[in-house]
């Protein structure tokens, strides 16, 4: 287990796992993106010919529950018809087991199977919670894409980089997964959404032998 992860201090620690600066940049929106970003995913008639639109997206949503659950109810209600989004309720209250890997199974054959994208909503306290690691555990044991979205309520170290969950950090600076700050522009998450799947070809870069957190750190 890496030192620091009970580490009470950690957040003055500079090994601390924490990104910085500005997210990588993504490719140009396409035709087919910006099509379907100004439709919202519905069929419309086109020069009078109407035609079905490919199946939308389904999207896990990973958070702090307790205190992020306004941010997800906010994504939810803006890219909604988009993406097929949906997160889980039941873990840690429904599942009675507090095994990490009993806890990641369940996850994965309970949720991430039929998803395509993990999303961790990143607020002041997620680096902490035990549930986000298991669930971006099971995500990489998939092999799923990976995209974080930095909340207005992130906090910072000493040395001014944001907080992350320690598997998300080592996916980030492996190249497998994508961040970007908090948006509310459907080009933008469209955009994220597509450079998280090009990522997510290169499974190589997948970085999953972190031993996953047995509590929530304090």
Do not use: C
Request: proline share 7%; aromatic share 12%; glycine share 6%.
């Amino acid at each position: 287990m890496n030192p620091f992860e009970l580490d009470p201090y950690k957040r003055n620690n500079p090994i601390f796992p924490s990104i910085t600066g500005t997210p990588p940049p993504v490719a140009p929106l396409s035709a087919f993106h910006t099509l379907f970003a100004e439709n919202q995913w519905t069929s419309k008639p086109l020069a009078g010919v109407t035609f079905d639109l490919p199946k939308k997206p389904r999207l896990f949503a990973s958070y702090h529950h307790k205190n992020d659950q306004y941010w997800y109810n906010r994504f939810a209600g803006l890219f909604g018809k988009t993406y097929d989004l949906f997160s889980d309720t039941s873990i840690g209250r429904l599942i009675e087991s507090d095994d990490p890997i009993y806890q990641s199974r369940k996850i994965r054959e309970d949720h991430i199977t039929g998803s395509s994208i993990t999303v961790v909503l990143i607020g002041a306290e997620t680096w902490k919670r035990k549930h986000v690691d298991w669930e971006i555990f099971a995500t990489l044991e998939k092999k799923h894409a990976l995209l974080g979205i930095v909340l207005p309520t992130y906090v910072k170290n000493l040395q001014n980089q944001i907080l992350v969950p320690d598997r998300f950090y080592d996916n980030v600076t492996s190249g497998f997964a994508h961040w970007l700050h908090w948006t509310e522009q459907p080009a933008a998450i469209i955009a994220a959404i597509s450079a998280t799947q090009t990522r997510a070809n290169n499974t190589a870069l997948i970085r999953n032998g972190r031993q996953q957190l047995g509590r929530n750190l304090s």
